[in-house]
């Protein structure tokens, strides 16, 4: 009886596996909509809520943070009727960038969605991890909660733009072939209010910070190793993302820029008028790893330099997404003069990429 059981198990085990799952493709022309479109997209492999940005205290100490909530569809068969089967996969990262400390506070939690403990709810931006969330109120901010033993981040966003649709309104080509892309929208120059702690103390701060919320099913040519992305608020009210895909062999595969000046005005920038140009390299003690932490950014005319708050910010998330990146703050000079603050990512140093 034990036998037969012990190949029961083993047949559903096949069955469950036997049909995965067809993501829903990402297709040039579809509008976005909203307040929909601020939700989760469970029919999609894979996707983010990313929140980085610059913060300061009473004492006017800069902090950079960042808290990202991915979500990702299994292949476990979405018509397995258990409760426990992991169609949907919760992760969450939380970081802190502190000069004074020389490298990040970060941590990471994961957990298949359900039993309302670990959820992305359709419909507006309302994602869970038990005692971490990121939920978007009806006027527009969002509430952003953080807990752990490293740190508490308890931070509130309230938009001050109007979103930015990156690419084609909002379709965002990676690679030649159009099947390697994302819908992607940013809402940058967020007003931040809140508080943070570390180490026993709470400490009031104020800032600013961009948002992405990012969905796909096959977003990387099968060449690519990595990506280097930026995100920016200027001090004139614009912003600026600019992104490049690399090769094993660091050559660019496809790049894309959006610049949106202080008046609102946008200018996309395609892969021949974007460029990075590595400045300053920092090599990881831990993983040997050497990131451009200090780069130069051209879009078509205009060349951005990104300095890097400290050397050091780099995340293993390897107990969470497997990956191990450099995602650092950073700040942005134009023609030698400040120019804004952002954040910069640096994926596929260590590791090609595997989303």
């Not at 596996?17 to 509008?31: K, L, M, S």
């Not at 660091?250 to 820029?257: I, K």
């Not at 831990?286 to 780099?314: I, K, N």
């Amino acid at each position: 009886m034990r036998l037969l059981w012990l190949l029961w198990l083993l047949l559903a085990a096949g069955i469950a596996q036997a049909a995965p799952p067809a993501y829903d493709p990402v297709t040039p022309g579809h509008a976005l909509q909203f307040p929909r479109d601020f939700g989760a997209h469970p029919g999609h492999r894979t996707e983010w809520w990313y929140v980085t940005g610059w913060l300061e205290t009473p004492e006017r100490k800069p902090l950079g943070f960042q808290v990202t909530f991915f979500r990702s569809r299994t292949s476990t068969d979405p018509a397995n009727p258990s409760a426990f089967a992991p169609k949907q996969l919760i992760i969450g990262h939380a970081a802190l960038s502190d000069p004074a400390l020389g490298h990040l506070v970060h941590d990471q939690r994961s957990a298949r969605e359900g039993f309302g403990l670990a959820y992305a709810k359709t419909g507006t931006t309302d994602v869970r991890l038990d005692d971490w969330h990121m939920r978007r109120l009806p006027d527009g901010r969002y509430d952003v909660v953080v807990r752990s033993g490293e740190l508490t981040l308890t931070l509130r966003l309230a938009p001050t733009q109007p979103l930015l649709l990156q690419g084609e309104n909002g379709f965002s080509r990676k690679g030649k072939d159009p099947s390697h892309a994302s819908y992607y929208y940013s809402e940058p120059q967020l007003k931040v209010e809140g508080q943070v702690a570390r180490a026993g103390k709470t400490t009031a701060v104020t800032g600013t910070a961009w948002l992405d919320h990012e969905w796909s099913s096959q977003v990387l040519d099968p060449g690519a190793t990595g990506w280097d992305w930026t995100g920016v608020n200027l001090d004139d009210g614009g912003a600026l993302m600019a992104f490049r895909i690399r090769s094993a062999g660091g050559a660019t595969l496809w790049a894309h820029a959006a610049v949106r000046d202080g008046a609102g005005r946008v200018t996309q920038y395609g892969p021949g008028q974007v460029s990075f140009t590595p400045q300053q390299h920092w090599k990881s003690p831990r993983t040997g790893a050497s990131y451009p932490v200090g780069t130069l950014v051209t879009t078509g005319a205009t060349t951005w330099r990104l300095l890097p708050l400290q050397p050091d910010q780099e995340l293993d998330s390897r107990r969470s997404t497997g990956a191990v990146y450099w995602e650092g703050a950073v700040r942005v000079e134009r023609d030698g003069r400040p120019a804004g603050r952002g954040y910069l990512e640096l994926t596929g140093y260590v590791d090609a990429m595997a989303l």
